[in-house]
């Protein structure tokens, strides 16, 4: 198992590190990531911005949906209704122009709004 994490990471960022890091993964922190691997000069230009910015409750369900949790699960946690998390859902596929909750998550790395 390998993984670089900071000392002040999150009780969820740490059982997901482990997670993945037994899954065979090389976890690293975002903030450790150039340290370790230079980004390619082709590759540093920002991602095009979205015509609408994820709200931070969106963001959230996102990083929620991400770990791989479903609406009720997000639900419960966010102590909403799954009527809301379908809402939110279903706002967070529009704005990033993605038709599957994979794809928004795949959009979602690639704009840095979703931390693995």
């Known amino acids: 198992m390998r993984a670089v994490l900071p000392r002040d990471v999150t009780p969820e960022q740490l059982r997901a ?24 000069a ?3 230009s920002p991602a095009r911005e979205l015509p609408e910015p994820l709200t931070p409750r969106e963001r959230e369900v996102l990083q929620m949906i991400s770990a ?13 209704s799954e009527h809301t998390v379908k809402f939110h859902v279903a706002s967070i596929l529009g704005k990033l122009g993605a038709s599957t909750r994979t794809e928004a998550v795949s959009i979602g ?6 931390l693995l």
Do not use: F
């Open 17 to 40: 590190a482990l997670v993945a890091a037994a899954a065979g993964l090389v976890v690293v922190h975002p903030s450790g990531v150039n340290v370790l691997v230079p980004a390619p």
């Open 42 to 44: 082709a590759l540093t």
């Open 68 to 80: 791989g949790l479903g609406n009720k699960e997000i639900a419960g946690r966010l102590s909403i």
């Open 109 to 114: 790395i690639r704009h840095g709004l979703v």
